[in-house]
C-alpha cells in the first residue's frame, strides 16, 4: 500500500535506524550499515526531534480506509509515549540491568550478517565502536547527575557486575571472544581480534565507571514514582489503566494460581509439598548437558510448529524454521526471542541463558517454548514480517509489550487448553511461571507505587525476592536477577499478565457476540494479522477485523 501515512511510517523507521542502528538491528530491520549508536545526549536529542517532526507531519495527513487509520493510530500513539520517556530525561538515567546498553551493544555483534569477509569488516567496526557507544553513554549518565537526574544504585552496581563479566572477569570468557573465533583464519582475523579487544576493555572501563564514579553519586531508592511509573506503563501497555485494581487483581491471581498449583502437586505426589514436588521433578524430568539442553529445545521448538500448522493456525513455510539457541555467558536470568529479519533472511531464533547451571529442568521449561517460539512470539513476529501491504513498516517493526508478552501468555493458556502439558510435572512448570508473572504485578505496581502488602507492611528489595520466591515459584537461581530487572525497568513486568488478561477478553467477547459463527483458526489469523496495538484499542481493533 502506497499512501501519505504509510510513506511517513516507512521513512520514520528508516530515519530512526540510521539513528539507532543498535536497536534497529536488534528488531530485524534492514538498512544500510551503521556501526554505532550515538548514545550521547545529542543523540538521544536527535531521536526525539525526530519523534517531534514526525508528529507534526502525521497531524498534517488524513487517513484513507481501515489500514491507514490502524497504521496513523499505533504510529501516534507509539510516538507519543516515547517522547514521554525522552521528556521526563530518562536517557540521562538510564541505567537498567540486564538489558541496558552494554546488553545490548554486546547482542548487536552476533546479530549481524557475518556470511563473507565484507560483513565480517562490519562485525569488526560494530566491536570497534563499542568504547565510543560507552563513551557517549557515559556523558549522557553524568549529564543527567549534573541536572539532578539519579539513576538507581543498585541498578549501577548490578550493570556492573555484568559488564565486568564481558569483560572477562574472573572465570568467564571475554563476551566475542568465541564469536569471533568462528571467523577462523582470514584477512579480517587481525581486525577482529583487535575490535574484540578494545571492546572488552571498554565493558571493563564501564563497570569501573559504574562502581566507582556513578553508583556513589546515585540514588538508594528503586522506586520511580507515580509520574515515571505512568510514563514507563503508557510505553509498555498501550493504555492507562487503573493501576490500584490491577494491583488488587494481582495478589486475587496469585491465590487463584495457588489453588491449582495445590492440585496439580496433588497428581505428582499425593501429600507432597510443592519442594518435595520439584524436587521430584528435577531429579527425573531434567537433562544434564547443555548439548542435550540444546537438543531438547530444538526438537520441542519442531513439535510444536508440526502440531499447530494447519490445525489452529496457518504458518507460512519460511516460519516453519525457528533456531533455539543456548548462551553460556549471559547474565540474563530468562529466555529471549529475536525476531526474523525483515527480509525474512535471519530466522526467528530463541536464545536461552545457561545462568551457571550444569543442570537443566525440562519440565519448567516447556511453557516457556510455547510463549517465546509457537504458538507465542515467533508467530507474533513473524506474522508482521510476512504481513504485505496491510501494515505499515512501522507496525511490522514496532512492539507493545502489554500485546506482545499478553500473546505470549496467551499462548501458554492456549497450550494448556490444547493438552499439551502431558509430561509429567509440565503443567505445573505452566502455573509456577503464570504465578511468577502475577507476583511481577504485584511487585512491580507495588514497590515503584509505594502500595502496601496486604498485611499493610511495605516493599523492600528482600520482600520482593521473598514473594517471587515463594509466591511466584521462581527458581532460586533467577531471583535477584528478576527483581533487579523489575526495579529498573518500570512497568515492563506487568505488560505480561495484563496483556493476557485483555487478549482472553478480547477472544471471549469475540465468541460471545459471533456465537456459534465462532471460529477459532480465523481469530487467531486476524489477531496476528492485525499487528501491535495498545490494550486500550485491542478489542475494538479485533471487532472491527474479526
Known sequence: MSTPIFALCDEYVTRWAALDPIAAGAEGIVSDFVAASDH???????????????????????????????????????????????????????????????????????????????????????????????????????AGLAVGLRGARRQALAMADQSDQFAGAGDTPPAHDAFVATYGEGPVKEELVRSAAAAHAAYADAARYLREEYAPRATEVDAVGPERYAVAARISLGADIDLREAYEWGWAELERIGAETAAEVERIRPGATIEEATEILNDTQSVDSVEEYQAWLQQRHDWAIKQLHGTHFDIPLPLQLILAEVDVSSTSGAASYNAPSEDLSRPGRTLWPVGGRTRFATWSELTTIFHEAVPGHHLQFGAMRMAGDGLSRFAKVSWVDGHGEGWGLYAERLADELGWFTDPGTRLGMLNWSALRAARVVIDLGVHLDLPLPDGSKWTFEKACEVLRDQGRCEPHRVEAEVVRYFGWPAQAIAYKLGERAWLEAREEARRRLGAGFDLRAWHTAALELGPVGLSSLAEALRRIA
Open 40 to 142: 550521547s545526549p545529542a543523540g538521544s536529542a536527535a531521536r526525539a526531534e525526530l519523534i517531534r517532526t514526525t508528529l507534526s507531519r502525521l497531524d498534517a495527513i488524513v487517513p484513507t480506509g481501515e489500514s491507514d487509520v490502524r497504521a496513523a493510530t499505533h504510529l501516534r500513539e507509539r510516538l507519543e509515549a516515547e517522547l514521554a520517556w525522552h521528556d521526563t530525561g530518562e536517557p540521562l538515567r538510564w541505567v537498567a540491568a540486564p538489558y541496558g546498553l552494554p546488553y545490548r551493544v554486546r547482542s548487536s555483534v552476533v546479530l549481524l550478517p557475518h556470511g563473507n569477509d565484507d560483513e565480517w569488516r562490519d562485525v569488526a567496526a560494530r566491536l570497534a565502536a563499542i568504547p565510543t557507544m560507552l563513551a557517549g553513554w557515559r556523558e549522557s549518565l553524568e
